[in-house]
């Protein structure tokens, strides 16, 4: 027993070194895993000749299937990269996300790669990443219904981190905003001062520093109007993010940065889906305002040559509000005119700058596909954007100009599509855009209105289920038909069988129908003559003691 004891694995002393042993059998195990996967994609790939870099092209069902597995396999290998970065206990995410990225492509209407995709950004403390990735599960058809739990999560802990900012400049204003010559101070309220009182040259907060405050104090408020928590608060955090962020943009003008598309992508989804559009659609009013900026367009155009690469956020913002009016084009009508107006003007702009490149360049046959057309095509709110397939490229200029190019072409043409559902604006055939002053409507045609748009929305579902149904029937038509292929996978011969036994099942129960009923028929009959039965025999009985009485009358 004492050899035994001095063996023992699970003493306190060997602790340490059962727990490495079993960390690197844990990280065996899962690169195993990984090469399994990876092998099967190369199989697959190779047996039935499909490539997912290029999965648009036309495929017959069985190459269907097989992206459908890749898909499948990829979302499983960016899980297994995972696991592996915990294991290890490092930062390292960036194998998990690029393969959740492919899964994405390969199936965009599926939100599991979005969930999967947030959960990195909450592992990795990005919570605007993790908000973002979250908004794009719940924003497709089929939404993953653990996102939006984890999503109000988030949210709620950046309120509490806005809740905290706000007192922590409140606390710097007070011990460094004293009048000169007097004990008081400025205000409580950080943001008032910076903005009001001391001016923009006082203001020593770090540029990174002003970039996470406005960023907290929209997503606290987007919190507050989804999950109508503590409203009262959303207009002071509003007030904040909107100085916050201008100021920001005085210092640092719109560059090539994602949070801009995250920003706006959350917002239209707040819209869509809070009871509070009065205070929603302000929010994005003021986000896209300040994009909406005629000088920056000219000078730009006139002094730099690489002027796209300086709007690619302006662009990318504009091109996925655009996009998105075609689905909902009644929240641009809500907008004030000035913003309406602005818009007009900075349409022109864009449209003589793109002329202008037009005129000294030649195309070429090759094609662009924009980033957001690749990750935001199965968004519902932005469905046209899978229409738009091959961009234009440009022989003497660099892919990121193409594709800047490309967003401003696909903004003109787009609004050239709203012009005749757009009440403030008109195109005429030289693309000139013309704000035209709208006519306000009366309360009576704006309940007609909603009453139409309610009544059009439930035409649309009764329609969508009615497709939904068809292709349901023409998929276990095809299956059935199918089901006999010897090359087909063993799910369609399952099915087959399924459909056949659920056949089968049916006829023995409408055989046994017919029997129940058959046999209540005769128990009913029988009943019927017994009590015929009785009805002659208790009159047989009455006459024959009437026949008694008679003869006792005559003795």
Not at 293 to 307: G, L, Q
Request: aromatic share 10%; charged share 30%.
């Amino acid at each position: 027993s004492s050899g035994i004891n001095a063996e023992w694995p699970l003493r306190p002393g060997n602790s340490d070194s059962i727990k490495a042993t079993l960390s690197q059998q844990l990280e065996d195990h899962i690169a195993e895993g990984i090469s399994f996967y990876n092998m099967l994609v190369r199989q697959l790939q190779k047996r039935y000749k499909v490539n997912y870099k290029h999965h648009t092209q036309g495929h017959n069902r069985s190459q269907v299937l097989a992206l459908l597995l890749l898909h499948k396999l990829f979302l499983w290998i960016g899980d297994l990269y995972r696991y592996l970065s915990q294991t290890r206990d490092t930062e390292e995410w960036g194998q998990a996300r690029n393969f959740y990225l492919l899964a994405q492509t390969l199936a965009p209407r599926n939100p599991r790669p979005y969930h999967q995709l947030a959960l990195l950004g909450k592992y990795a403390h990005r919570r605007l990443h993790a908000v973002y990735y979250f908004t794009l599960s719940l924003m497709v058809r089929n939404p993953f219904t653990q996102s939006k739990e984890m999503l109000y999560s988030v949210l709620a802990e950046l309120r509490r981190k806005a809740v905290l900012l706000a007192k922590r400049d409140a606390e710097r204003s007070k011990r460094n905003l004293i009048l000169p010559g007097s004990k008081e101070v400025y205000s409580n309220k950080v943001v008032e001062w910076i903005f009001e009182n001391a001016g923009d040259q006082s203001l020593n907060i770090p540029q990174s520093d002003l970039r996470k405050r406005f960023v907290v104090y929209l997503l606290s408020c987007l919190g507050g109007l989804l999950s109508n928590i503590d409203l009262d608060r959303v207009g002071e955090e509003f007030r904040y993010f909107n100085k916050f962020y201008l100021h920001y943009l005085k210092l640092v003008e719109y560059h090539q940065d994602e949070v801009y598309q995250q920003l706006f992508v959350v917002l239209l989804y707040t819209i869509h889906n809070t009871l509070h559009t009065d205070q929603s659609i302000p929010m994005l009013e003021a986000f896209l305002t300040p994009a909406l900026d005629v000088k920056r367009i000219t000078n730009y155009c006139d002094e730099e040559a690489d002027w796209l690469c300086k709007l690619h956020s302006p662009l990318s913002m504009i091109m996925l509000f655009a996009q998105s009016q075609i689905a909902s084009s009644g929240v641009i009508e809500q907008f004030t005119p000035h913003f309406q107006r602005s818009l007009v003007s900075w349409l022109n702009a864009l449209q003589a700058c793109i002329y202008k490149y037009r005129k000294y360049t030649d195309f070429t046959e090759e094609s662009v596909v924009l980033k957001e057309i690749t990750l935001l095509r199965g968004v519902e709110l932005l469905s046209s954007l899978q229409n738009i397939t091959k961009p234009f490229y440009l022989s003497n200029l660099t892919r990121e100009q193409s594709e800047d190019l490309g967003r401003a072409v696909l903004v003109i043409s787009t609004f050239e599509n709203l012009c005749p559902t757009l009440s403030f604006m008109e195109c005429a055939d030289d693309r000139v855009f013309t704000y035209t002053h709208p006519v306000p409507l009366s309360e009576e045609t704006k309940e007609e209105e909603k009453k139409e748009k309610e009544e059009e929305r439930e035409e649309e579902r009764f329609k969508d289920e009615d497709l939904s149904s068809k292709r349901r029937e023409e998929e276990r038509k095809e299956r059935v038909e199918e089901g006999s292929d010897s090359d087909g996978p063993d799910i369609e011969i399952l099915s087959v069988m399924r459909i056949t036994d659920n056949a089968e099942e049916e006829k023995e129960n409408i055989v046994e129908e017919k029997e129940d009923s058959e046999m209540s028929e005769l128990k009913e009959k029988k009943e019927q003559l017994l009590q015929t039965l009785q009805k002659k025999q208790t009159k047989s009985d009455e006459v024959k003691a009437a026949v008694k009485m008679i003869q006792g009358m005559r003795i």
